[in-house]
């Protein structure tokens, strides 16, 4: 299955893109994202084991599974208002 | 045959809530206008202005980048639980994203409610709540060329600790 992976601010800055599509054997869940990424080299090294992730724009736990078509985005810590 | 349905009843005092991530400037008159209630003797309107220094720096700007199609639906959740907890308050709020300037407002919370007390703790819920949770990040760039992304707040996601 794919998702297709979003990346905002200094995440965004440490992929060197905004978006990705990631091919996932079925049954996987967001920390197994979380390992591709840091797994793959380049700046997502130093993303954190545990980074706030939402699926389908609703925070989620990093045990979450994923289904095809999820969208996964990573979210640095906010910093708004 | 069951008793006549009644149409769906929206509750005069607490309306859907209105929130917005927007690039274009910040109206407080409009989004006052958009709460006001006959019966609300109290109408706060808060701002947030970027400010021309930061921990020492000269502060030139800053740029705000948003999950926009995310923010807006976590900014109307957080305004429909002020209204929940604030009952016969109303409430709006906007944020902006792109580049600012010092003396620019990159937020607003307004609230009215029949009396002040609640429109005050209600706004001030609301912005503390926002800074903690809306998916909104901001560079802070220096009037030396140099710029960084402010640190931030971790949203609860049952995630566990770093």
């Known amino acids: ?20 599509r ?23 090294t130093s993303l954190p084991s ?14 979450t599974p994923l289904s095809s078509g999820d969208e996964v985005a990573f979210i640095p810590p906010v910093s708004g208002g | 045959m069951s008793a006549t349905p009644s149409p769906p009843v929206e509750s005069p005092s607490s309306p859907p809530p209105f929130a917005r991530i927007t690039d274009a400037p910040l109206d407080g008159e409009a989004l006052l206008a958009r709460i006001a209630h006959p019966s609300h003797g109290a109408q706060l309107l ?12 000269e502060v ?6 948003a999950f926009r199609e995310m923010a807006e639906p976590v900014l109307l959740s957080l305004l429909r639980s002020a209204q929940d907890q604030w009952p016969g308050v109303r409430a ?10 010092v003396g620019e407002a990159s937020v607003m919370v307004a609230v009215s409610s029949p009396h002040r007390a ?30 960084q992304w402010l640190k931030g707040n971790s949203p609860v996601s049952n995630r566990g600790e770093e």
């Not at chain 1, 869940?29 to 797994?39: M, N």
């Not at chain 1, 545990?50 to 925070?59: F, G, I, L, S, T």
């Not at chain 2, 808060?46 to 720096?57: A, H, I, S, T, Y």
């Not at chain 2, 030139?60 to 980048?65: D, H, K, N, V």
């Open chain 1, 22 to 44: 990631m091919t996932l054997s079925s049954g996987c869940v967001v920390s197994d994202v979380v390992t591709r990424l840091k797994a793959g080299g380049g700046g997502l």
């Open chain 2, 60 to 65: 030139e700007g800053i740029r705000y980048e």
């Open chain 2, 92 to 101: 709006g709020a906007e944020h902006r994203f792109g580049h600012l300037h």
């Open chain 1, 50 to 63: 545990q980074p706030v992730v939402a699926v389908n724009r609703e925070y989620v736990p990093l045990s």
């Open chain 2, 118 to 147: 609640e429109a005050y703790e209600a706004s001030r819920w609301i912005m503390d709540e926002l800074k903690q949770s809306l998916p909104v990040w901001k560079e802070e760039l220096y009037r030396d060329g140099e710029s």
């Open chain 2, 46 to 57: 808060f701002l947030g202005v970027v400010r021309d220094m930061n921990e020492g720096k």
């Open chain 1, 1 to 20: 299955m794919e998702v297709d992976i979003l990346f905002f601010a200094l995440y965004r800055e440490l992929a060197g893109t905004a978006r990705m």
